[in-house]
């Protein structure tokens, strides 16, 4: 007496049947009978099965004939007289249907068959009992097992093999996909019908992914066990990878990778011989196949295929994309992303791209710096050297006390470079030196901590403080706030503060002597003529005065207003033509204005209307691909976590509390705003785009050194290169018809954390702006009936929108340079997919606003440069990951 090497219960007698799970009760025994036979010798008599032909089953079924028996009873071919059809019922013996651990076992089999629809998997119906008789009706296959075919003929022609493999691969794909594993595949459990369709059958130890533990795990046919399940230790689907390698061996070459007449022998074999390759026994076999077959069997099951799919992917001459849209399906998630296993880069191309990449970003550093602003400015001073000038300057001015808190940021005045833009007659290498200056040092500090409360940008990152008068955030309205503006030399532009509410004891009005604040300013006051105070700020004074003049160098008109309060200045202003009155704005400019955002806010709540529609239809029908829209949310949300704590002022106050609770809620916002984009699309995508999104769905599922996924990165950053390259051209033709330089992204000059926030922000841009494409491409499709109609209006319409938003004279240069980027846009989406259009938009966003300076003593060179071999080390590794592992100057590199 032994146990059953299948459930481990206790054998009686001689049985050749265990009991309890009716599996052989010798492990020898690895071959069972099928669904149906078309051999003679597997066809019984009449006589020898419990029911006669002809004979009525549940006033449903009639018998034609007893097809096989084995160790789970006996299966019959029936008609359903129901339905007229063929059917094959299935019969426990008897001494199984009275166990309940068997019954339970066989009523399994139903429940986790029905869930797996599929050409490539027998149907089942339904369980039911008659008479005591426990039976399973199911799909009738007029064929044979793949088990007795082999061993009739031997092995198979590789083409006939790897067609029957593709369809095994895909059945058993449906099957992992419904979270089913199969966990006895073989042989004798894949049936061939009489039109050669291959079916995946006899699921009676079929079990659900997150539900098989324990002794349960050695469940299944020893000779076609993956080593851990063998041993008892786990079962996943890469086990069943490795069964379904076994099959493929065995099919390919005739023979079983591993003979042994006992159990502890198979073991034994397993653990000390190396297993004999394919093309060993096979000479003329593809050596794409036995590679596909060999990583099946690896004994570690980290290093097997990712899914039976990407099996299928993986074998010469399959296209699983393409059959299944033949077909009429949606592939599926796994499907897409097994559609790019082994899809490496061409070497040559490869090596081609990622030294244009290098040559482009070395060539747009010399085209920036003669199209930068930046370049032609004398910027002598770090940020922290102008914030220890304003210290300085605040000292002299009689604010000695030590702030409670204090920021300060760099910025450009738009306003100014729109009047002088407007007005012509000036140098820019004047103009950039100032005094006026374009480039501005804003310097806040208050004795209580700075807490932002508004939100600035279309990223929606609270806590950032703002240093404008009117609307600075927090509002300029607490005794003890200061405001400092110096150009970039470090002249005083602007002085604020804000005096204290309540005077205790009460102190008489004492003069304050101007010039502290022209001598600060590098003004000559005797350049300047005493005037009328025109302007009020914002705060109590008891001393103003103002003067007018001319600026230096470009004679346009100033003005020059200030205040003090018991000796001490609370306002100065250098006033020009440009400055505007942020506290008046004109009351038509004030409705014109609202009316744009009121427009773009509603097409924003009808294409988010839109958007939740069919995520909801597409997440209620089960079409969506919800774990990647989940990750991307969460990648969303994390990136937004990220930004904020880059961006937003710090300080220890229950207002940066909470800021983070805002923070968290807007994370949230954007993360549910992509899911909602994301699933609304991505079925419709999967559908008639699913090349598109190949190397993204890989990405999403962790498989980020996938070299698909390398290749349409390094694709990617070639086209942002293109377009940042496009983008100078542009501004070299615009410059020479008097366009203003390029000012470059601020962010980079600011420091490290700054510049950390840019790249990460710019991470959100792309991903937002890559799905505004696709669901433009979408709608377009959608209405217009036609892909190439569609891309063109797409086209036409970006190029439209860059048209009006230029003035005349820059109308043209920027309009077609914004259709040319589309259209190229566009051919990415198709050829290349969503991943190369996201890393395109990254880059471009991140280089075209970079100024490397050629000076690299200068304060801002090392960001600015380590900006730059971040993009190189970016494409470096998409370089590598697309080579699939091949060594970068191997022999075979540039064959």
Known sequence: ????????????GESRFCSSCGRPSNPDVMATQTVAIATPAAIRTADDG???????????????????????????????????????????????????????????????????????????????????????????????DLGSLLRRIGRLPEDKALEISRRLCAGLGAAHEKGVLHRDLKPANVMLDARGQVLLTDFGLAGLVDQIEGAEVRNGTPAYMAPEQLAGREVTVRSDLYSLGLVMYEILTGKRPFESDTLEGLERVRRETTLTNPSTLVK??????????????????????????????????????????????TPSPDMVAAAGEGCTAGPRIATAIFVAILIGLIAQVFIARRLSAL??????????????????????????????DEAWDLGWDGTFIGYAQAKGGFSWETLLNGPPSLLGFYYRHSDYPLVAGEFHDDKLTPGVVTQSEADGDPPAIMSGMVSVKLDAQGRLVSFRAIPPQVEAPPSAPRPFDWNLLFEAAQIDPKTLQPAEPEWTFLGTADQ????????????????????????????????????????????????????????????????????SMLAWRNSKSGRSDRRGAFRLAYFIFGVQMLTWLLRAHLTASIGTFGNFLLAICTSVFWGSVIWTLYVALEPYARRHWPQALISWTDLLSGRYRDPIVGRDTLFGAALGMIWVLLDSAADTFAQARGSSLNFGNLGFLSGTRATLAVCVGQILVAIELAL??????????????????????????????????????????????????????AIVVMRFGFLSLAMGVFVDDLISGLQVPSNTSIWYFADSAAVLVGVAALAIWAYRVSLGGRKLFGSGLFA
């Open 772 to 825: 505004v494409c696709f669901f433009l491409l979408f709608v377009l499709r959608a209405l217009l009936r036609n892909q190439w109609l569609a891309f063109a209006a797409f086209v036409l319409m970006w190029g439209i929108i860059k048209y009006f938003d230029n003035s005349a004279s820059l109308a043209a240069i920027y309009g077609v340079e914004s259709a040319i980027v589309f259209a190229i846009a």
């Open 1 to 12: 007496m032994g146990n059953c090497v299948s459930c481990g219960s206790a054998l009686v």
């Open 544 to 611: 103003r005065a103002a003067w007018s003049g001319t600026w230096p160098a470009t004679g346009w008109p100033l003005r020059v207003e200030a205040a003090a309060f018991h000796g001490k200045p609370v306002a100065f202003a250098m006033i020009g033509p440009w400055t505007s009155k942020s506290r008046m704005p004109p009351r038509d400019s004030t409705s014109r204005n609202q009316v744009t955002p009121f427009v773009l806010g509603l097409i924003g709540l009808a294409l988010l209307a839109t958007g």
């Open 375 to 404: 370049e032609r400015m004398h910027l002598e001073y770090s940020p922290e050297v102008l914030n220890q000038k304003t210290h300085d300057l605040l000292l002299r001015l009689g604010y000695a006390e030590r702030p409670g």
């Open 50 to 144: 419990r029911f006669l032909p002809g004979a009525t089953i549940a006033a449903r079924y009639r018998i034609i004939a007893l097809l096989g028996r084995g160790g789970m009873g006996e299966v019959y071919r029936a008609d359903d007289l129901t339905l007229g059809q063929q059917v094959a019922l299935k019969f426990l013996p008897p001494a199984v249907a009275e166990n309940s651990k068997a019954l339970e076992r066989f009523r399994n089999e139903v429940r986790i068959a029905r869930r797996v629809s599929h050409p490539n998997v027998c149907r089942v119906y339904d369980v039911g009992e008659v008479e005591g008789h426990v039976f399973l009706s199911m799909e009738y296959v007029d064929g044979e």
């Open 284 to 329: 003329d076999l593809d050596p794409r196949v036995e590679r596909v077959v060999m990583r099946c069997l690896d004994p570690d099951p980290q290093k097997r295929p990712t899914s039976a799919l990407a099996v299928a992917a993986a074998l010469p001459g399959g296209d699983p994309l393409a059959e299944a849209l033949a077909a009429g399906e």
